[in-house]
């Protein structure tokens, strides 16, 4: 079930980084899965995401080569590698569906064609308002379209 709301700079599951929790917040004391070891960070831990591979819900994208956790900038610079010439693409953390730490693997649930179709990254421009805009209206409007 899709949210009324999407805003694409904030993390639609806090948990997510904290262990991939299905529901929308955190419990007090998570539960214990067999996939969470001794690497596996616990809720609230700042987590370094640079160098985790990336993957839409077709395919691999490329791995992040740069990550802010800033509280009005939240967002994964995603270096494609060869996929799309070696173009960067900057996702909003919105379209982060979940972390594996374990794995090292942040999945995003948008399709490589539609991370493909993304406004170009701009390095000068990624951290203004304008900027961020275009891109946030880019990634809510392929969220409405499924």
Do not use: C
Request: proline content about 11%; aromatic content about 10%; overall charge negative.
């Amino acid at each position: 079930m899709q949210p009324s709301t999407f805003n694409p700079w904030t993390w639609r599951d806090p948990a997510a980084l904290a262990g991939g929790y299905e529901q929308s917040t955190p419990p007090a004391a998570p539960p214990e899965r067999s996939g969470d070891g001794p690497d596996a960070p616990g809720p609230g831990t700042p987590i370094d995401l640079t160098g985790y591979r990336v993957e839409a819900t077709d395919g691999r994208i490329g791995s992040v080569g740069e990550a802010s956790g800033d509280t009005d900038a939240r967002w994964l610079v995603v270096d494609t590698g060869p996929w799309i010439l070696g173009r960067k693409v900057l996702l909003p953390v919105g379209t982060v569906a979940r972390v594996d730490h374990l794995d090292r693997t942040v999945y995003v649930d948008r399709t490589r064609e539609q991370v493909k179709g993304s406004p170009a990254f701009d390095p000068e421009a990624y951290d203004r308002p304008d900027y961020r805009d275009r891109v946030g209206g880019y990634y809510q409007d392929s969220y409405r379209q499924g």
